[in-house]
């Protein structure tokens, strides 16, 4: 499968290269900055190559979302002719900066939701919000990923969770996708309280 992360280039979007490259995926890592997005797959030491995200999307059949979300509205409506049509899984987490215990977006919905309102025709779903990005670096390691997002193409991306060696948990649809957003901000709490980096989810009963 073709894949690109776009804004691929931080801790989560490199973690993510990891385990997708592992899992034998063509792979790509875009940036604004092509020469930017070549050392970042340089320093995965994987099979991975890095271009624009421009190029990237365009590329692609899944696109994979890794950006902080100051700079989530701008990525996206500069991509969203290259994504029509596409899978899209935004990881992203809104975390409000005056307050890191909360999230906070533009439209008071989830960032995801956001993406399928700016992209329109494309399959949107929110995932890896509850991952950490050092445990995508060892391979042996699974966890539980909540997916939201619509039932239409919804199995293809299950599918792409299990071959990098985790959980994927139908969380339901689009709509939900603001609580698996604030499960990040709830794994942080955690991990400050108990003084570890890696808390996750584990869902039971299922």
């Known amino acids: 499968?073709?894949?690109?992360?776009?804004?691929?280039?931080g801790k989560l979007g490199l973690g993510l290269a990891v385990r997708l490259s592992a899992a034998g995926h063509d792979l790509v890592i875009g940036s604004r900055d092509a020469g930017k997005a070549e050392e970042a797959a340089k320093s995965t030491?994987?099979?991975?190559r890095g271009t624009t995200n421009g190029d990237a999307a365009a590329w692609c059949e899944v696109a994979l979302l890794s950006v902080p979300y100051a700079?989530?509205?701008a990525l996206v409506e500069?991509?969203?002719?290259?994504?029509?049509g596409k899978i899209i899984i935004d990881?992203?987490?809104?975390?409000?900066?005056?307050n890191l215990r909360q999230i906070k977006t533009?439209?008071?919905k989830s960032a995801a939701e956001e993406t399928a309102a700016i992209v329109g025709e494309a399959d949107v779903f929110a995932a890896f919000q509850t991952v950490s990005h050092r445990l995508l670096h060892h391979g042996s390691v699974s966890h539980d990923v909540l997916v939201a997002g619509g039932a239409a193409r919804k199995s293809e991306v299950m599918e792409l969770i299990r071959s990098m060696a985790l959980q994927p948990v139908d969380a339901g649809p689009i709509e939900v996708a603001g609580h698996l957003e604030r499960m990040t901000v709830l794994l942080l709490s955690i991990n400050k309280a108990n003084k570890v980096k890696e808390s996750g989810i584990k869902i039971t009963g299922i």
């Open 45 to 48: 030491a994987a099979a991975v």
């Open 91 to 98: 990881a992203t987490v809104p975390i409000d900066p005056a």
């Open 106 to 108: 533009e439209s008071g």
């Open 78 to 84: 500069s991509l969203k002719d290259q994504l029509r």
């Open 71 to 73: 700079s989530h509205r």
């Open 1 to 9: 499968m073709k894949i690109a992360i776009l804004g691929g280039t």
